[in-house]
């Protein structure tokens, strides 16, 4: 299939690199600071504070899911500590198999990345501004974890190693030096502000 490449991406950044950053909300930058940064020492299944930024800034609090998927979501980001690389297929398996309110399995892929990229932003982000950046087609009308999964780690792998690119490319030293600039003060890893970059920029597209 064919998605937008590191060409693609850099093209449409360097037309209008400076109205994407400085749109981007400052909020992002702080939570994401605040989730990364307090997960190092705290125990997550019992930090309701924690759970609740997590919560509502990746939308956990979907209608359609259960709280005994949200606990057994806390608790599965804990177990991943111990894991250099975690494997995001056996995430995204188990948490399919707790089933929402209908009684019926659920394919939460764009959640388990978010739980990843909080621990360590090495994994890309994936919710719907990402999608429309990369212009990746759905798996909507896929049917069975196996098709979805498949699609979704061709898009995912898709978009590290996309983001490796951009990140080599001298050509947006111009883009990163905008974005510190514009969030002075802000430690953030160069994956972290390609990300929020990129997901910015997905914002703006139709």
Known sequence: MKYRTASDLK?????????VINS???EKLDVYV???TVYQDTYVPDDTLYQFVFRHFFRLDNPSLTKEFE??????????????????????KSL?????????????FPLATSMLHTINPEFPTYDGDIVKAF??????HLSGFEKKMKRYIGQYQHAYKTYGELMDDEAL???FAHFNERFRGYD???????DLIVSQLGNTLQ
Not at 11 to 19: A, K
Not at 75 to 87: A, D, F, I, T, V
Not at 96 to 108: F, I, L
Not at 135 to 140: A, I
Request: proline letters at 8%; glycine letters at 4%.
């Open 173 to 175: 030293e111009p883009v």
């Open 96 to 108: 399919y198999e707790v089933k929402n309110h209908k009684g019926n399995p659920t394919m939460q």
């Open 188 to 194: 953030l890893p160069k994956v972290k502000k390609l």
């Open 34 to 36: 605040y989730l990364h």
């Open 135 to 140: 212009d990746f087609s759905s798996t909507y």
């Open 24 to 26: 981007i909300p400052q």
């Open 11 to 19: 093209d449409l950044l360097l037309g209008d690199f400076e109205r």
């Open 71 to 92: 606990t057994y979501y806390f608790k599965l980001m804990e177990e991943q500590r111990g894991y250099e690389r975690p494997n995001i297929v056996q995430i995204t």
